[in-house]
């Protein structure tokens, strides 16, 4: 039977091997696992990358959300908005801080119902936390609208979407304070954990270069009390060699998406991708009607797909018993409906030919 994996992240191009190889020989040779040269290279490549001023690589995409958060000082009981359709992180870095997540619905384009924003906002409202979820950029005009006519920070979660772009520019240059998760699943990742904060405020970078490292400032003075959220070395020169192969990466999964659109059965929801953005393509998500027998039938035929996410993080088990005055319709008619199919770089012509007459004999 013709099998088809969501992903499959082991590294078979020989010359991506040897790159990964000689950086590591690299590292052996000077000796700085942590905050070596190639975590100051990484950060310099991606600010430069997102037209930001300051760059924090992190030792996830979590740590970076977490202390982008921190580094506000907020109150405990101030508010920040936020979509209910995410990896939970997103809200767990939200709560850590002893701020309140107010969720708000989703457009059938799975990212913040900008409409819905303004009626939530009240006078603990201190930022808004955007997802963009999937890889496709939120509604950034109106958001920035909304954030200017309320004083509210932007916190950008581009942990899904590295390399997308709007209105000319790139995801991570949205936010005051851009985050983005670098782990093995993402489009530009590493080998296994990494994050990086992207800002333009010296303020907030400094701050959070000192929470990144035990709260210290030259290593030995605790200013603030904070954990460790570093990342290695290791780490950072794999993305670095990844960083090489994003366009390509991203032309092919931009190829795929279009096979898909063009030929999928009219019956699902397929993604938009408007004119003025570059979508990165970090999952191709399908609305899908009869979604879970849809999921069963795949697999029969050794089609490996994923519902990103299952549940919606105010319906999760941490966050269930809190109130929250949007009743999150949208976002709970389509959590049930979504459905990843590969879109990776690796899959092959037929592979895509072989998913879309599976998913439309099933329509049939
Ligand atoms: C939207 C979103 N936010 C945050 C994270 C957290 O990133 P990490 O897994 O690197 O901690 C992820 C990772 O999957 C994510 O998809």
Redesign the pocket.
């Known amino acids: 039977m013709h099998r088809i994996r969501y992903v499959n992240l082991s590294v078979k191009d020989k010359n991506l091997k040897k790159a990964y190889l000689n950086s590591l020989n690299k590292i052996f040779n000077h000796g700085i696992f942590i905050l070596g040269p190639e975590v100051d290279q990484l950060e310099k490549k991606l600010a430069n990358f997102c037209n930001r001023k300051y760059a924090v690589a992190t030792g996830?995409?979590?740590?970076a959300?977490y202390l982008a958060i921190k580094s506000l000082d907020l109150k405990q009981n101030d508010e920040i908005i936020t979509t209910p359709m995410?990896?939970v992180?997103?809200t767990n870095a939200i709560s850590l801080n002893n701020v309140k997540p107010v969720f708000v619905d989703v457009k059938d384009d799975l990212n913040i119902d900008v409409n819905k924003i303004e009626k939530m906002i009240t006078k603990k409202t201190k930022a808004i936390l955007f997802?963009n979820?999937t890889g496709k950029i939120c509604d950034i005009k109106s958001l920035r609208k909304i954030a200017k006519k309320y004083k509210l920070k932007l916190i950008e979660?581009a942990?899904?979407s590295f390399g997308s772009r709007k209105y000319g520019s790139p995801s991570g240059s949205f936010g005051d304070i851009s985050c983005f998760?670098?782990?093995p699943?993402k489009v530009l990742h590493s080998l296994g954990?990494?994050?990086i904060v992207l800002t333009d405020s010296k303020k907030i970078y400094e701050k959070i270069k000192i929470l990144r490292y035990a709260g210290t400032v030259n290593k030995e003075n605790c200013y603030f009390p904070s954990l460790n959220f570093k990342i290695d070395t290791i780490q950072a020169a794999f993305v670095l060699n990844n960083l090489k192969n994003l366009n390509k990466k991203i032309f092919i999964r931009n190829k795929n998406a279009q096979y898909y659109i063009e030929n999928l059965n009219n019956k699902i929801k397929l993604p938009v991708i408007n004119k003025n953005e570059i979508h990165s393509f970090y999952s191709f998500t399908i609305v899908a009607p009869k979604r879970d027998e849809l999921k069963d039938y795949l697999i029969k035929y050794g089609i490996e797909t994923k519902i990103q996410h299952p549940i919606l993080i105010p319906n999760q088990k941490a966050y269930k018993n809190k109130k929250n005055k949007d009743k999150l319709k949208n976002a709970n008619i389509l959590v049930k409906k979504i459905l990843c199919l590969p879109i990776n770089e690796n899959l092959k012509f037929k592979d895509l030919k072989y998913i879309v007459s599976k998913v439309n004999n099933f329509y049939r």
């Open positions: 996830s995409g979590t740590d959300l995410s990896w992180s997103s997802v979820f979660d942990a899904q998760s670098l782990n699943m954990e990494a994050g």
